[in-house]
């Protein structure tokens, strides 16, 4: 199966004070979910066609745990099903070895051109 991980460390403009989601210094949700968006969208990378990349269409995680300021957070998107310019990914995210969130999220294929001329 193809996978992708994308990993990065936490800094204050990650916690859930700077990012408006909680009053924690901790990592933020929205900040987790990017990561694991920006794994998938990497995965995806090498299968595009020239002139397309991949856009979010749905997500649904869990935030099992909160992870600090300083932590290395990885997040590993694995590509489990590709329907025509729909994908379908598994996606985990780890502070070191302990899963912090996990769940699916749904990418497509669009052509880049002709998604930024709708706008």
Do not use: W
Not at 71 to 86: C, D, F, N, P, Y
């Amino acid at each position: 199966m193809k996978s992708y991980t994308s990993t990065f460390v936490v800094t204050a403009q990650d916690t859930a004070q700077a990012q408006g989601s909680g009053n924690l210094p901790v990592l933020a949700t929205p900040r987790l979910v990017a990561l694991m968006e920006n794994a998938a969208m990497n995965c995806a990378e090498d299968l595009l066609p020239e002139g397309s990349t991949t856009v979010g269409g749905q997500i649904s995680t869990t935030h099992l745990r909160p992870s600090a300021v300083g932590a290395t957070i990885s997040a590993t998107a694995v590509l489990e099903e590709q329907e025509g310019k729909k994908l379908t990914f598994r996606v985990q995210a780890y502070d070191g070895e302990t899963l912090v969130g996990e769940g699916s999220h749904i990418r497509f294929i669009v052509d880049k051109a002709k998604f930024m001329s709708r706008m």
